[in-house]
């Protein structure tokens, strides 16, 4: 007849401490944590996207209706989640977990989204270069300076430079492209502090920076700044034509956004009368590179109902595992190979390259 008013007791003690213990497990899981997720994201069609604008002076273009049978992919990226979805990825094959201190490196979210946008508006220009070329059009290219891609958190440079800064002078001397860059640290030794006037992502005033440059590992006396750095380039093109790629950001559906200006720009379909998944970034002189995350692209293509899927060389094997056999996968190199893999499912194909 005593137990229960023990256990009543035992209860008013426990009870609350109990609580608290749930409360803090649901306030630690929805925190944010130090990790970033990647997982399947969309698989959308790219041609309607695409919009060719009429101007005064440019030239007479007839523009092909847009099909729904070229989709660009994406990976769904979630930058510190919470734990709560952390774990749901240690118990999910189709979410990828990593520390976030390799993806971000010295960007905050912010920065490391802002960039992202960034090389999104610059593979955009980088297709539309490609593909007006490859049909016989001037585009007229004047570089601008020298843009940072990634800065090695590592080197005493990062205290100083960004990803996403456009380095336009160095030691009083202009920079344009990424060879004046490179000129100006070769012609310095390591522990050298390098002036350098920068414009900040989003901005367009420059400002004045010491970068102390080190040695390269590999090359002792060799001096490094430790960036991963490319040409920014500004363009005239003799036809407007936009692309609506909303928050998206990244450079790997670079040559998607090549196939499907073409595809509206010329008779025919160049996807033949399947649905055609494409990642990877198209380059100046129209090669194609590689992006990352494309196991989980190979399973939005799936999802979306893709038969091919074009993917850069150095990730064809693992696209191939990703796919297993649910659709055929082909390695593309270049913004020809890509047109030979579409003809040879049975796309239109394109007329020879302009001389």
């Known amino acids: 007849m005593t137990a229960a008013p023990r256990l009543s007791r035992l209860w008013w003690v426990t009870g609350p ?5 749930v409360g803090a497990v649901v306030v630690v899981a929805a925190l944010p944590t130090p ?21 005064d002076g440019s030239p007479e273009v007839d523009v092909d209706p847009a099909t729904d049978d070229l989709l660009y992919l994406t990976v769904s990226t979630s930058v510190e989640p919470s734990g709560l979805y952390v774990l749901r990825g240690l118990f999910d094959d189709a979410i990828q977990v990593e ?12 920065e490391s989204r802002k960039l992202n946008l ?16 490859r049909l016989g059009y001037d585009v007229t290219a004047t570089p601008q300076g020298a843009f940072l891609e990634d800065v090695d958190p590592s080197v005493p440079a990062a205290a100083v430079l960004r990803p996403g800064m456009t380095v ?3 030691e009083g001397e202009p920079v344009r492209t990424r060879d004046d860059l490179v000129d100006a640290i070769e012609a310095a030794e390591p522990g050298d502090d390098l002036d350098l006037e920068v414009v900040p992502l989003g901005e367009r005033t420059p400002e004045s920076v010491e970068a102390t440059l080190t040695e390269r590992p590999s090359q002792p006396g060799k001096a490094v700044l430790g960036v991963s750095v490319a040409d920014r380039v500004s363009y005239e093109f003799p036809i407007d034509i936009r692309i609506d790629s909303g928050k ?17 720009l010329t008779p025919g379909r160049l996807t033949g009368d399947g649905r055609v998944a494409v990642t990877g970034t198209i380059e100046l002189d129209g090669s194609v590179g590689p992006v990352g995350g494309v196991q989980h692209k190979a399973r939005a293509a799936i999802r979306e109902g893709a038969e091919l899927m074009l993917v850069p060389p150095d990730e064809y094997d693992e696209a191939v595992e990703a796919a297993d056999g649910r659709l ?28």
């Open 168 to 170: 336009v002078g160095a």
């Open 99 to 110: 520390p976030s201190s390799g993806y971000l490196g010295t960007q905050s979210r912010d």
């Open 328 to 355: 055929d996968v082909e390695a593309v190199a270049s913004l020809d190979d890509a047109l030979d893999a579409l003809a040879a499912h049975g796309g239109s194909g394109l007329p020879p390259a302009a001389d």
């Open 35 to 55: 990790y970033v997720t990647f997982a399947p994201g969309g698989a959308r069609a790219v041609e309607p996207l695409v919009t060719v604008v009429p101007a």
């Open 17 to 21: 401490l109990l609580a608290l213990i």
């Open 248 to 264: 998206v950001g990244g450079p790997s559906a670079g040559l998607a956004f090549t196939l499907a200006i073409l595809d509206r």
């Open 118 to 133: 960034e090389l999104m508006t610059d593979s955009q220009d980088k297709a539309r270069k490609v593909a007006l070329e």
